[in-house]
């Protein structure tokens, strides 16, 4: 008698016990590829990964047969006892247990994309539905739009929460990511590896490390992230795709920085930190993109994170059936408030040629500077200290650096952060508009309460 793999619907113990065993036998893969900086593996079969597919590191193959198996509702039965081996070398042996590892390791169905049809766009769309559905069912799902590249689970997040909700190494699929990532806590970090060095000179590796990983995350093809120019080269004017990806990915990016600071992690009260996280996500997204436009040797334009471009006047093209929020986003990104920034921030910045330890610098101390948000009196007193301590360590940077006239290079610095507010409010109108745009289907809750969009 053939048993029908419904891993979803299995008894809650045999549900655990072949969920662990699947893990435990992937694990080893999974610590070797994120050991191994050239090869990475598929978390799935172990054939070498060519990027992250819905939600997962993954390859061509086992893309493919989930894509497959989520858009035509298949379904599969085990010959055997529903726990076959699954490798590079038996993968399509069993696709009962193929499809139950894809899902146990990650693989997100609601990321999957059906393909349009020409002559029909509706027909594929209509297809897709839940995997472990009937299929008789032809109901549709608003989420099957979501990125392949980016996955980010609402289900784990809790601001405040010492654990991050986002993985480190890019396994971010909610629950099913949690085993992995609470096994691979004993690799060395970053910062034990720098613990002798000076905080901002530690940030600063960190902040390399940063990029490369918002590289890779906004990379849509393994060829992009592989190849040497895709840094430098840059895109057509910035649409509204554009900023829901920067967004995405920036705010998990962002959220792991907070977390890592040691200040931070003294705070005990999580209202507090919401209320720090809150004002601070659009000041580290606006941030982080002069410091690209700088590194890249722009002070004319806006060079977002992902290589395209705000250049003021230069409006992307628009048809006459989009409707007026489009018009009212690109008058804010666009318009006047662009030269403006461009007078007040970026201009400045590439003037001082402005460094990645004056950067991370400059960071600390927008951070540690919120304004009256409503903090506590306790966490008002250490947030100040830690401001103080972010100038003082910016200091001692330039007399440990041998900079000349260091008090005339840090005022020059420090009062950027007073420009900074100036243009939060241009920013977050422009921000409240881009699901106008049509590209923003899901916004994790997460992401959403931070922004407070």
Not at 71 to 79: A, D, K, S, Y
Not at 298 to 311: E, G, H, P, Q, T
Not at 336 to 352: F, G, R
Not at 382 to 395: C, D, N, P, Q
Request: aromatic share 8%; hydrophobic share 35%; with cysteine.
């Amino acid at each position: 008698m053939n048993a029908t793999i419904d891993f979803d619907h299995l008894g809650s113990t045999e549900a655990l016990k072949a969920e662990h065993a699947i893990r435990e036998t992937a694990l080893n893969q999974v610590i070797t590829t994120l050991l191994d900086s050239t090869v990475q593996l598929c978390v799935v079969c172990g054939d070498q990964a060519d990027g992250n597919h819905y939600g997962v590191l993954s390859c061509r193959g086992c893309n493919a047969f989930f894509r497959r198996a989520v858009t035509f509702h298949q379904e599969f039965n085990c010959r055997r006892d529903g726990n076959c081996p699954i490798n590079k070398n038996a993968r399509c042996a069993c696709r009962a247990c193929r499809f139950k590892k894809c899902k146990v390791m990650g693989m997100d169905w609601r990321a999957v994309q059906p393909r349009r049809d020409r002559n029909n766009s509706n027909s594929a769309h209509n297809a897709v539905g839940s995997p472990g559905g009937s299929s008789h069912e032809s109901s549709s799902h608003p989420g099957s739009h979501r990125s392949d590249q980016l996955s980010v689970s609402p289900g784990t997040s809790t601001i405040g929460s010492p654990d991050s909700a986002f993985s480190p190494f890019g396994y971010t699929n909610g629950h099913h990511s949690a085993f992995i990532l609470d096994c691979l806590k004993s690799i060395p970090s970053t910062s034990s590896l720098t613990a002798d060095m000076d905080r901002l000179s530690r940030l600063v590796i960190e902040y390399h490390d940063q990029k490369r990983r918002r590289r890779s995350m906004l990379c849509t093809t393994l060829e992009e992230i592989l190849s040497e120019d895709s840094d430098k080269t840059l895109k057509g004017p910035a649409y509204g795709e554009d900023f829901s990806t920067i967004y995405k990915v920036q705010c998990v990016l962002m959220f792991e920085w907070v977390e890592r600071l040691e200040e931070f992690k003294a705070i005990n009260n999580p209202v507090d930190k919401t209320l720090l996280l809150r004002e601070f996500a659009l000041r580290y997204l606006l941030l982080d993109n002069l410091f690209h436009s700088v590194e890249l040797g722009y002070a004319d334009r806006v060079v977002l994170v992902n290589n395209s471009v705000i250049m003021p006047g230069q409006y992307p093209p628009i048809s006459a059936s989009d409707p007026m929020d489009v018009r009212k986003v690109l008058a804010l990104l666009y318009g006047e408030n662009c030269v403006k920034l461009l007078q007040d921030l970026l201009i400045p910045m590439a003037t001082l040629k402005i460094t990645e330890a004056e950067m991370m610098a400059l960071r600390l101390v927008t951070f540690w500077n919120p304004g009256s948000i409503g903090l506590t009196a306790p966490t008002a007193n250490m947030v100040k200290k830690a401001s103080e301590k972010a100038i003082g360590e910016l200091f001692s940077w330039y007399k440990d650096n041998g900079i000349e006239d260091a008090a005339t290079r840090m005022g020059s610095v420090l009062i950027l952060t007073g420009q900074i507010p100036n243009h939060m409010k241009n920013l977050y109108e422009a921000v409240k508009l881009i699901p106008t745009f049509g590209v923003m289907y899901e916004w994790d809750s997460f992401m959403t309460d931070l922004l407070k969009i």
